[in-house]
Structures are given as structure tokens and as C-alpha cells.
């Protein structure tokens, strides 16, 4: 197959065409009428054809060239409309996720070469916080919320039931771990500012007579951390725990768990749908579930 000859040539050659000029092709394309006669020679030489001919002051397509602009113009025409495509696909793997900090460190990151493995076209932008997006003036496109599944105008998708129980580091008190709940109480415990030691102790049919003393946190992350290093017991969620426990890093000290009303969702607003890599990440998320 001979070579084909060089794209730039080719546009020349489209434009002195349409033109039926030498001088008013180079006028386009900002270059000198000699530039424009020396490109179509050298076409004219390649192919071994007479592409033009000179009618009066017009530079008139042969029939040979006839034929060869209607290609030219269908290819242009088709490279055009595929780097139209591209762009808009570019722009559309472009997403927001949105979600708790300690779910994106302890959930979402351990799990996301999966995703990028699977959808490299698709960039992620992951923005942590405690406010719920609005999907108007922040950017999001999706967001993985907690609680009732319920938000005006949204599609939400369970993702995750919540569950709480004790964890710890497996070197905690020198590997000597609480054999029950009630000897739990002899060891330091961390306290989350939004979890209840006294609700799980209730739960498991505990009663304290006095209140739980200890460190405090207003961050989940920054609990489970403390947890990891040795320094407590901490009320785990399955969701942010589950992580560590599989990797070694906290052993979870009682099979009971505290369950909640509240859920995981994946929200995001219904008109979202006809965006394909919003979907692709929503359908991922489902998957991962499924496997854990």
C-alpha cells in the first residue's frame, strides 16, 4: 500500500478546491501562493495524476481531482466528528464524588485501583466534608450519604446497611484482649462523638452505672487511627472498620453489633443518568458491595 501522503497536503489541496484558486487558498491558509502551487505539485507527483487545470484565472478540479476532493472533504469530515466525540467523552469521565472523610479513606480509596483499573478513561475527583452537596453550585455529580434514603429530587441507592461493635489493635494491653463486654470496661475507650458506648453496652445487656471517661473524637478517622496505634477500644463501624480488620490491623472483640435504621446511599440527581461514566461509577460502587 503506498504511503499516503501528508495530512497538511491533503488540507492544501481541500482548500484550493473549494476555492478553485491558488491565491485565495493561501489567503486561508495565511501562507504564499508559491507555498500553495509547491504543495499540489508534490501531490500531483506522489499520485502521478493532474489534479488541476486552468480554466481563465481559475485553477478548475480535474475529474481525478473531483474524486479526490470528495474523499478528502469525507475524511476531514469524519476525523472532525471523531475528535468532537472525544472531547465530549473527555468531559463527561470527568466526575465529583462526594463523601465523609473517614468513608473516603477507610471505603472508597483502599477499593479504587478496582475502579481505575477497569475505567482509566474516567478521573475521579473525591471531595470529602461534612456538608451534604447540592449538586447545583459545588460540583458534585454523586455522593455517597448516610441515612434514610429519602432526599427530594435525588435517586439514591442502598449501598451499605451500618452496623457498630467493638475493635481494637491486636497488641492492645500486650495481646491480653477482653474475653467479653464486661471486661472491655477495664481497658481505655474511645470515645465518638457520635456513637453511644452506653447504647452498645445496653444493646448487649450491660448495664453502666457511670459514664465512660476517656479521649474523645469529633473525627471518625482520627478514631480509628487512635485504634490502630493501641490506644483503646474503639465503637467501630462495619463500613470504616472492615478495612483494618481484613488487613490485620484491628481484631473485632464481640460478634454482637448494634444496628442502625440509617444506610449508605450512592445519590446523585435522576437527570445525572444520561451521564455514562456517572453511571459506570454508580454500577461499580453496586459491585463492590456485592464482593465484601
Not at 499516503?4 to 492544501?12: I, M, S, W
Not at 475507650?189 to 471517661?213: E, P, Q, T, Y
Request: aromatic residues 8%; hydrophobic residues 45%; proline residues 5%.
Amino acid at each position: 500500500m503506498a504511503p499516503l501522503p501528508p495530512l497538511e497536503t491533503l488540507r492544501v489541496f481541500e482548500v484550493a478546491c473549494r476555492h478553485g484558486s491558488y491565491s485565495e487558498a493561501a489567503r486561508e491558509l495565511h501562507v504564499t501562493h508559491s507555498a500553495v502551487s509547491q504543495r499540489i505539485r508534490q501531490l500531483e507527483e506522489q499520485l502521478g495524476l493532474t489534479l488541476f487545470e486552468r480554466q481563465g484565472n481559475r485553477m478548475v478540479p480535474t475529474a481525478s481531482g473531483v474524486r479526490l476532493q470528495a474523499g478528502v472533504k469525507s475524511a476531514f469530515s469524519e476525523m472532525n466528528a471523531a475528535l468532537s466525540g472525544i472531547q465530549t467523552r473527555r468531559k463527561n469521565a470527568e466526575i465529583t464524588v462526594s463523601l465523609l472523610p473517614v468513608m473516603a479513606a477507610r471505603w472508597l480509596v483502599p477499593r479504587l485501583s478496582r475502579f481505575t483499573a477497569r475505567f482509566p478513561h474516567i478521573n475521579l475527583h473525591i471531595k470529602t466534608g461534612q456538608a451534604l452537596a447540592n449538586f447545583k453550585s459545588d460540583g458534585v455529580d454523586i455522593a455517597i450519604r448516610f441515612g434514610t434514603g429519602d432526599w427530594k429530587g435525588l435517586r439514591a441507592i442502598k449501598l451499605l446497611d451500618e452496623e457498630f461493635f467493638p475493635v481494637c489493635s491486636p497488641s492492645l494491653n500486650g495481646g491480653r484482649l477482653p474475653k467479653d463486654p464486661a471486661a472491655m470496661l477495664a481497658q481505655p475507650l474511645l470515645i465518638d462523638r457520635n456513637l453511644s458506648w452506653h447504647a452498645w453496652f445496653k444493646s448487649v445487656g450491660v448495664k453502666l452505672d457511670r459514664d465512660i471517661a476517656g479521649t474523645s473524637f469529633t473525627d471518625t478517622n482520627a478514631l480509628m487511627e487512635a485504634a490502630v496505634m493501641g490506644q483503646g477500644i474503639a465503637l467501630g463501624r462495619l463500613s470504616v472498620a472492615q478495612s483494618d480488620i481484613l488487613a490485620g490491623k484491628l481484631v473485632r472483640l464481640s460478634e454482637h453489633s448494634l444496628r442502625v435504621a440509617y444506610c449508605h446511599y450512592a445519590v446523585y440527581p435522576i437527570a445525572s443518568e444520561s451521564n455514562p461514566a456517572l453511571v459506570a461509577f454508580r454500577d461499580w460502587l453496586v459491585e463492590e458491595v456485592r464482593r465484601t
